[in-house]
T-cell receptor, first 115, second 117 residues
Framework: EAQVTQNPRYLITVTGKKLTVTCSQN?????MSWYRQDPGLGLRQIYY???????DKGDVPEGYKVSRKEKRNFPLILESPSPNQTSLYFC??????????????FGPGTRLTVL | AQKVTQAQTEISVVEKEDVTLDCVYE???????LFWYKQPPSGELVFLIR??????QNEISGRYSWNFQKSTSSFNFTITASQVVDSAVYFC??????????????FGQGTILTVHP
């Protein structure tokens, strides 16, 4: 089954404790991205990756890191989480980043709470 | 830069009523794509539809219909004879063809639809 998986689905942590949210897709997609969803703001892009070893900032990258060492994986790293990073996070992938027409496939979401 | 506005924060209807969710977008690109996603209470994002900027044909899928009007930069979504299972957050989104946006989806703020029995 074609899918995007994220782990963990729920996470409660404390300020400053490094964490990683994993994302994996099995569709051989070139493009992957991370979004955060906050009430009243919709979803906003954090980082994206056009392909292996190619990553760039989205609209709200501060406090986050990513890496793309393999095509299927795109982990989101919070090296020193703060309470303002409490949010619902979605990983997404699409066939190609150079075309706006491709549908994006979203993971199930990770609900993160930083105390 | 692109922008999507969903002016209706929350809508509440009674089952079997028709409801229209508004979406207005801004972009300087001539080629772009518009999307609607549904987010049920379980939290996942469900793709509903994609329209191309060069195809203004309206679309109907069962109880769902979409009205795309380039003249008013709008891409409205109508649910006919709403049901309780339609209760969800609905997002309108925009993507442009390449450029510096590189496949990014620009989302509206979302509209919370509640359908009462």
């Amino acid at each position: 089954e074609a899918q995007v998986t994220q782990n963990p689905r729920y996470l409660i942590t404390v300020t400053g404790k490094k964490l990683t949210v994993t994302c994996s897709q099995n569709m051989n997609h070139e493009y992957m991205s991370w979004y955060r969803q906050d009430p009243g703001l919709g979803l906003r892009q954090i980082y994206y990756s056009m392909n292996v070893e190619v990553t760039d900032k989205g609209d709200v990258p501060e406090g986050y890191k990513v890496s793309r060492k393999e095509k299927r994986n795109f982990p989101l790293i919070l090296e020193s989480p703060s309470p303002n990073q409490t949010s619902l996070y979605f990983c997404a992938s699409k066939l190609s980043g150079t075309s706006g027409r491709n549908e994006q496939f979203f993971g199930p979401g990770t609900r993160l709470t930083v105390l | 830069a692109q922008k999507v506005t969903q002016a209706q924060t929350e809508i509440s209807v009674v089952e079997k009523e028709d409801v229209t969710l508004d979406c207005v977008y801004e972009t300087r690109d001539t080629t772009y794509y518009l999307f609607w996603y549904k987010q049920p209470p379980s939290g996942e994002l469900v793709f509903l539809i994609r329209r191309n900027s060069f195809d203004e044909q309206n679309e109907i899928s069962g109880r769902y219909s979409w009205n795309f009007q380039k003249s008013t930069s709008s891409f409205n979504f109508t649910i006919t004879a709403s049901q309780v299972v339609d209760s969800a957050v609905y997002f309108c989104a925009l993507s442009v063809a390449g450029g510096t946006s590189y496949g990014k989806l620009t989302f509206g703020q979302g509209t919370i639809l509640t359908v009462h029995p």
